[in-house]
């Protein structure tokens, strides 16, 4: 009780923008960082069965989890999406169109 609080004689430091990383770019670090890194609830839920073209279920555990770490390494989306943009193939639709479907014009 012998001590005495006077109001505004605390330290406040300056009001000066800090240097390092701002809290923007600390929630942005947790958004983009690796949501389940060992992969405890990760299942397989392609339904292709042993298809000759598709082997999703044939894919080794580790190298699902190697590729999601080198994924999650870089904890920036626009990285990240350049990432994912070169594995991205893009191509027309090959369509046949039928004459028996198309609307007459009276």
């Known amino acids: 009780m012998g001590e005495e ?18 809290s923007q770019q600390r929630q942005k670090e947790i958004r983009y960082d690796n949501p389940d890194p060992n992969l405890d609830g990760f299942e397989v839920s392609c339904k292709h069965g042993r298809n000759k073209k ?6 080794p555990f580790e190298d699902l989890r190697r590729c999601r ?28 169109k039928r004459s028996e479907f198309r609307p ?3």
């Open 69 to 96: 770490q080198k994924f999650y390494s870089q904890k920036d989306k626009v990285q990240q999406d350049t990432k994912l943009s070169h594995l991205i193939e893009i191509g027309t639709p090959r369509r046949k």
């Open 54 to 59: 598709v082997s999703c279920k044939d894919i």
């Open 5 to 22: 609080h006077i109001v505004g004689d605390q330290d406040r430091g300056s009001r000066k923008r800090k240097w390092g990383a701002t």
């Open 104 to 106: 007459k014009l009276y």
